[in-house]
């Protein structure tokens, strides 16, 4: 037979087909967690390896290199965002407020011992004892009231508190 009466069949298995293997080594990356080590590159063997798995296929179409995607962020942990380096004003601000936030919760406490003393006290016995403005020890015992740490017997404008307990 001659080149000229090939079937179109003949011509397609004679026309080499490009393959990507590449021949390089892989780099070895510093895993970032545990389950990153226990992630392998599996590559199937070239042409001039053949394999008793790949040799029936061999024949039929050419081998390609299997990889195993590296895993995403998203799999190993939150991405937190970055931190920048705080000015003096910013923790300077925060330590002030760490401050003013223990000095609060100390009167509030003093209240509720007040409270658990006397049974029953008003918002100017609070006033008082605590050397504060009557609404700054309002404004302590409706935020106790809130927390459910007293409760509020009487009017509004003549609110007396107690401990949720008497």
């Given at each position: 037979?001659?080149?000229?009466?090939?079937?179109?069949?003949?011509?397609?298995?004679?026309?080499?087909?490009?393959?990507?293997?590449s021949?390089?080594?892989?780099?070895?990356?510093?895993?970032?967690?545990?389950?990153?080590?226990?992630?392998?590159?599996?590559?199937?063997?070239?042409?001039?390896?053949?394999?008793?798995?790949?040799?029936?296929?061999?024949?039929?179409?050419?081998?390609?290199?299997?990889?195993?995607?590296?895993?995403?962020?998203?799999?190993?942990?939150?991405?937190?965002p970055?931190?920048?380096?705080?000015?003096?004003?910013?923790?300077?601000?925060?330590k002030?407020?760490?401050?003013?936030?223990?000095?609060?919760?100390?009167?509030?406490?003093?209240?509720?011992?007040?409270?658990?003393?006397?049974?029953?006290?008003?918002?100017?016995?609070?006033?008082?004892?605590?050397?504060?403005?009557?609404?700054?020890?309002?404004?302590?015992?409706?935020?106790?009231?809130?927390?459910?740490?007293?409760?509020?017997?009487?009017?509004?404008?003549?609110?007396?508190?107690?401990?949720?307990?008497?």
């Amino acid at each position: 037979m001659s080149d000229e009466t090939q079937t179109p069949s003949d011509t397609q298995q004679s026309v080499p087909m490009e393959t990507s293997v590449s021949t390089e080594t892989p780099e070895a990356v510093a895993p970032e967690s545990g389950a990153a080590q226990e992630q392998t590159i599996e590559t199937a063997p070239t042409e001039s390896q053949p394999s008793p798995e790949t040799n029936a296929e061999s024949n039929s179409a050419p081998t390609k290199p299997v990889v195993v995607p590296p895993p995403t962020p998203t799999q190993n942990a939150p991405v937190q965002p970055a931190q920048k380096d705080e000015g003096f004003f910013t923790v300077l601000l925060r330590k002030a407020n760490e401050v003013l936030f223990a000095r609060k919760r100390a009167k509030l406490e003093k209240i509720i011992k007040l409270a658990q003393k006397k049974q029953v006290i008003s918002a100017r016995e609070a006033a008082v004892a605590l050397r504060i403005s009557d609404s700054t020890a309002t404004r302590y015992l409706k935020q106790l009231v809130k927390e459910n740490r007293l409760k509020q017997v009487g009017p509004p404008e003549h609110a007396r508190y107690q401990t949720p307990t008497s």
